[in-house]
């Protein structure tokens, strides 16, 4: 299995209903992909900012998901809420 970890950077003032909002529905638009097995969005306890935990069953499969039309066009629509670019670490699971 291989997960990313995604470090967002803050949210602009006033988007975190829209960052959210994003968030669903590119959860929806990527559950459709072949080899997506989750991705869920992290709230840290106290200050900081949101993290994503993705899975997929390879890396293969992830990138693959990087090379569509709907990466694009899930970017465009999250760059506009973003204040700075998201941080993804890759990992493959071990145990």
């Known amino acids: 299995m291989f ?3 995604i470090n967002f950077p803050p949210i602009k ?3 975190d209903k829209e960052f959210r ?9 990527l559950s459709k992909f072949k080899g997506f097995i989750n991705r869920r969005l992290l709230k840290p306890l106290k200050e900081g900012n949101y993290a ?3 899975e997929h069953e390879s890396y293969d499969t992830f990138m693959a998901v990087q090379k569509t039309p709907f990466h694009d066009e899930a ?3 999250v ?3 973003l ?3 998201p ?3 890759f990992y493959e699971v071990l145990i």
């Not at 909002?21 to 638009?29: G, H, I, K, L």
């Open 3 to 5: 997960v990313v970890i």
């Open 87 to 89: 941080n993804p670490v």
């Open 13 to 15: 003032a006033g988007k």
């Open 79 to 81: 760059a506009p809420l």
């Open 75 to 77: 970017g465009k629509k």
């Open 21 to 29: 909002e994003w968030f669903e529905w590119s959860n929806n638009e």
């Open 83 to 85: 204040d700075g670019s």
């Open 52 to 54: 994503a935990i993705i």
